[in-house]
């Protein structure tokens, strides 16, 4: 990772990026060989990413991130932030709810000469399916 690197200009540039374009990555900043590891899904490459991410934005159409923080890794940066949206058309088989949701999630970032090479992330998709009503609290 470049010592001149900003993580939260980074961060925030990735991830809003993903806001902007409705679940695509934007591929300035992403390794040609680019890898996402999202916990209890496939592994995917940056097209089933932007799939993934799609899938969130159709049923939350108002979805963004908001960073919460970011440190330094030997290889890139982590990055924890909160997904907020509100849920108004059907997601994974759940009916649209009209509730909102703060979902929080936590990614570590691998970046080489200024691209993602590898993204892993966790988010609380339990706390998730219990503001949608899906699970009880």
Request: avoid cysteine; charge should be negative.
């Amino acid at each position: 990772m470049s010592t001149t690197l900003n993580p939260m200009d980074f961060a925030i540039r990735f991830f809003n990026g993903q806001d902007e374009l409705q679940g695509s990555l934007r591929p300035e900043l992403l390794a040609p060989a680019y890898r996402a590891e999202i916990m209890g899904f496939p592994p995917m490459d940056a097209a089933g990413h932007g799939e993934f991410g799609r899938a969130f934005y159709n049923a939350f159409p108002d979805l963004y991130h908001s960073i919460d923080e970011t440190q330094v890794t030997d290889n890139g940066i982590a990055v924890r932030f909160t997904l907020r949206g509100t849920h108004t058309a059907p997601f994974m088989g759940i009916p649209a709810s009209n509730r909102a949701i703060a979902v929080s999630a936590i990614a570590l970032l691998t970046i080489v000469n200024g691209q993602v090479t590898h993204l892993h992330a966790i988010f609380d998709q339990l706390g998730m399916m219990r503001q949608l009503g899906v699970v009880p609290s």
